[in-house]
Nanobody, 126 residues
């Protein structure tokens, strides 16, 4: 079992930056794929990014490419999502996620990941 706790959300203005953190516990995550998803009010869950420490790969959704960057610190069992040039449409609850499997971004977009945190709210005002 993996426990995921997000932090770093808040209220910012358009154009600002924010960094989300996800602290993972329960198991060593060196073989896991870690990801971020978001869900805006009235909308479906959206894949944001994933990083695989074992596979050495990472990817981001087209909607955030060039603005958001996922990274991780294996020693701290922590994953980050650096969000720059935030837009009002980025407003959502952001969830950290983890999975033992490494698949493509399109797969995670459809199926999500096995473990998920409770989320942290990011609000971007115009």
């Amino acid at each position: 079992q993996v426990q995921l706790v997000e932090s770093g959300g808040g209220l910012v203005q358009a154009g600002d930056s924010l960094r989300l953190s996800c602290a993972a516990s329960g198991r060593t995550l060196s073989r896991y794929t870690m990801g971020w998803f978001r869900q805006a009010p009235g909308k479906e869950r959206e894949f944001v990014a994933y990083i695989s420490w074992s596979g050495g790969s990472a990817d981001h959704a087209d909607s955030v490419k060039g603005r958001f960057t996922i990274s991780g610190d294996k020693a701290k069992n922590t994953v980050y999502l650096q969000m720059n040039s935030l837009k009002p449409e980025d407003t959502a609850v952001y969830y950290c996620a983890a999975d033992e499997r490494l698949y493509s971004s399109s797969y995670y977009s459809r199926a999500g990941m096995k473990y998920r945190g409770k989320g942290t709210l990011v609000t971007v005002s115009s």
